[in-house]
């Protein structure tokens, strides 16, 4: 499973992103056609996020109607700290984890995501072990292959570089 070189970032599929999509009307067929494009041009890396618009959905739709095994998608945790706070319990870590990956799976209509990414640098740094711990779990159930974080800032990458676990390290 190796990662092209380029990756790209799908955020912009179905919602303003970047300094050349300014609107968010992208038509479905403009956006199979960037991954088709980008397929042709030897770029099977997909970045993806429920956070991004319905970029998940696109991007399961268009690998259902296309045979294209060789993509390799990497998706995203939506912020848990951001929408629950910091005093949640280990149960509801794990739970909130394994829903987010199972809704991805469903959106992407695949039975894995090859590398699964904490978004928010903040999870890490508040949850730690229990979220790589229930990041793990998913990957024992074959759920996922990998996990990575995005990072912001150097101190949260010298943290994640010392979390052998996190095999793919994101500077958005």
């Known amino acids: 499973m190796n990662i092209t ?29 960037l991954l088709e ?42 912020s848990i700290i951001k929408q629950y706070g910091k005093n949640i319990s280990k149960d509801a870590i794990k739970n909130i984890v394994s ?17 699964y990414l904490i978004h928010d640098e903040n999870d890490f740094i508040t949850y730690g ?11 024992n159930k074959g759920k996922i292959i990998s996990i990575g974080i995005s990072v912001y800032t150097p101190e949260v990458t010298d943290l994640a570089i010392q979390e052998k676990m996190l095999e793919l390290i994101q500077f958005p």
């Open 37 to 78: 494009n980008a397929l042709v041009n030897g770029i099977n890396t997909w970045d993806t996020s429920p956070t991004y618009g319905k970029s998940e959905k696109i991007i399961g739709d268009f690998l259902k109607n296309n045979n294209h095994p060789e993509e390799i998608i990497c998706s995203k945790l939506p």
């Open 5 to 33: 070189p380029i990756t790209l970032g799908t955020a912009q599929l179905t919602m303003p992103y970047g300094i050349a999509n300014s609107h968010s009307n992208v038509s479905d067929e403009s956006a199979f056609s």
């Open 99 to 115: 829903k987010n990956i199972d809704n991805s799976l469903s959106s992407l209509q695949r039975e894995k995501i090859e590398y």
């Open 129 to 139: 072990e229990t979220l790589i711990d229930a990041l793990n779990e998913n990957i």
